[in-house]
């Protein structure tokens, strides 16, 4: 086959010359002035009291706006110079001047959104009324009611400086004490020291043995500096609850639902009709030990392939077999895809210094995206590649809508990706060469059922629990290890035979300050995609305007509102999300029959 697409991304188009580029050092030092102008703006900003000062807020936003995209710009084409060099120097020491160039932005934002509180409600719903101002009234509204919640300005720029170290420091701390960790595992009969990503790599192994010792040598690591851990979180669940307190904040929920802009009966909706319908994926872990010779899986068998697939597709493959079934469903995503790939977007050469991972960040100056990963070839390399070219088509889709309306919250994030990667993931399953093949591209899907269902509930039950108890006091590691087993048992619904104590010291998301309860929303964002899909299947390809439709709206409006509209779903019922439950009970219900039938 012949390459039509780059493997390499493009790059210098945006700033030529990498972490040495002129053009970047120009766009950087552009920066300062822009903010020292946004700051006295800022300074300057009385609070509107009358129905004329709509001009003045139509301003500031076109301000906001254009310092925003400068700083988004640089920072998204920073972020791709580290991804694909993880030993370039000068990308690091652009990426601090970058975050501080963020953060002075930020406060001087934050004084206009206090400022906007003070306006009287009356005059408020007038100024809502007005022309320049009317397309903005989602977003002015939330920041409105957001600052309403906080602390006077003047406390609140005392609790941001004081997180520096206070905070945000516990964070890169327990960075720091991950990093330090090495664990020496054989494989293949030869002794390897590992990190701890490198070694949680092998939880997948094919080999019971490696997989065993891996766990073992992590959970001794784990254990060994739980202590430091435990103060760790303790610290940040700590400083966190009692910035809750000053603020009369009474549940630790409101922040991360207040983010991602839902309520909370839509959330306890969707765990109960998620905790009701555990059985079909308890039945598939049951199946799953039999087929590795157990009665019942361990924690580190959860990830252990069954069988393995061994298609493989070269990038242009890849490529190809994206598009074909891209087109199925809808032009549009055919033809954003298409350029996306030969206009060189996306990186995807296997490479060493390249980070681990993947994901897809906006350019907005210049409307254009780049995606970062490693493609090996494996059909999980396809649908990662399809996830995040869905990531990418969001951003397409926001193009029509001003800057200011754009910012999605992490829950509708993931429908786009989601919804890219079903496409080709049920393709390929359909596709597949033999029943060996479809059994493991059908696992492929159901584990991602399990981790949405099981194991993130699990992060989710863990988390809620420790803020009770820590609200009374510090939690020893002894007790957060029980809290940890308790969670899992219950979250995997009986069916572990034993759990992983230490996932509370392994786990990074649990030490990320700026986003508490980063779990419930990759379930919600999975389920949500999920019915936006059924949708899809239903109406065929006259779907793609209306999905599009949907797209424009995540960032103007709330999930329930979101829903309503789009789908005609009332997300806060259970009835919603057992609709997306069940097509993922199909696919652990065919995976059992398949495997029993080879039995
Ligand atoms: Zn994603």
Redesign the pocket.
């Known amino acids: 086959m012949t390459v039509k697409y780059p493997e390499v991304w493009d790059l210098d188009v945006l700033f030529p010359g990498g972490s040495d580029s002129a053009e970047l050092r120009v766009h950087m030092d552009e920066a300062g002035p822009k903010l020292v102008e946004f700051e006295k703006l800022s300074r300057n900003f009385s609070v509107p009291e009358k129905t004329e000062d709509a001009r003045q807020v139509a301003e500031v936003l076109e301000a906001v706006k254009d310092v925003m995209l400068h700083l988004r710009q640089s920072g998204a084409f920073i972020g791709c110079l580290q991804a694909q060099n993880t030993e370039d120097k000068k990308a690091s020491l652009l990426q601090s001047e970058s975050s501080s160039l963020s953060a002075r932005f930020s406060s001087a934002l934050q004084k206009i959104q206090q400022d906007l509180t003070k306006t009287d409600d009356a005059v408020w719903s007038e100024l809502m009324k007005d022309e320049e101002l009317s397309e903005f009234t989602f977003v002015l509204n939330e920041w409105r009611t957001k600052a309403k919640l906080l602390l006077s300005e003047k406390e609140e720029n005392l609790i941001t400086a004081l997180s520096m170290d206070g905070y945000h420091g516990w964070s890169q701390l327990y960075d720091m004490l991950v990093g330090e960790i090495k664990v020496k595992i054989t494989v293949d009969g030869e002794e390897k020291v590992m990190s701890v990503g490198q070694a949680n790599n092998l939880s997948a192994h094919a080999d019971a043995a490696v997989r065993k010792e891996s766990y073992d040598k992590l959970e001794e690591a784990w254990t060994e500096k739980e202590e430091f851990f435990a103060k760790t979180l303790n610290s940040i669940g700590g400083f966190r609850l009692e910035v809750y307190k000053k603020r009369g904040w009474e549940n630790p929920l409101q922040e991360p639902l207040q983010m991602n802009r839902m309520e909370q009966k839509t959330l306890d909706a969707m765990w109960s009709a998620i905790s009701k319908h555990k059985q079909p994926f308890v039945s598939y872990l049951d199946q799953k030990a039999k087929l590795l010779g157990k009665d019942k899986l361990d924690w580190y068998d959860v990830d252990a392939p069954v069988t393995e697939s061994t298609q493989t597709f070269s990038y242009q493959e890849g490529a190809e077999f994206i598009l074909e079934h891209f087109k199925k469903f809808g032009p549009e995503l055919e033809k954003f895809s298409r350029n996306a790939f030969e206009k060189g977007w996306i990186e995807a050469e296997d490479r060493p210094n390249k980070r681990p991972g993947g994901f897809c960040t906006g350019l907005p100056m210049t409307e254009e995206s780049r995606i970062f990963m490693t493609y090996s070839g494996s059909m999980s390399n396809v649908a990662t590649l399809a996830?995040e070219l869905g990531?990418a088509f969001h951003s397409y889709a926001l193009r029509p809508v001003h800057q200011i309306n754009r910012s999605y919250a992490m829950n509708v994030a993931?429908t786009a990706?989601t919804f890219a990667e079903m496409i080709v993931a049920d393709a390929a399953v359909k596709n597949a060469s033999s029943t060996d093949e479809k059994i493991a591209l059908l696992e492929d899907k159901v584990q991602r059922s399990v981790a949405f269902f099981m194991n993130i509930h699990s992060r989710f039950l863990f988390e809620t629990r420790f803020y009770d108890e820590r609200k009374k006091g510090v939690v020893p590691a002894s007790r957060l290890n029980e809290l940890m087993e308790e969670a899992q048992m219950e979250g995997f619904g009986g069916g572990l035979k034993s759990a992983h104590p230490h996932f509370w010291a392994s786990k990074l998301h649990f030490y990320i300050t700026n986003v508490p309860f980063y779990n419930f929303p990759y379930t919600f964002g999975y389920l949500f995609s999920l019915s936006v899909y059924a949708k899809a299947l239903e109406e065929g390809a006259g779907f793609e305007e209306k999905y599009m439709a949907l797209l424009r709206d995540t960032a103007i409006m709330t999930a329930e509102d979101l829903a309503l509209k789009h789908l005609g779903e009332d997300i806060t019922q259970e009835a919603f999300w057992e609709k997306g439950i069940a097509l993922c009970v199909k696919d652990a219900e065919e995976f059992i029959s398949l495997t029993s039938s080879t039995d």
């Open positions: 996830h990531h993931e990706s």
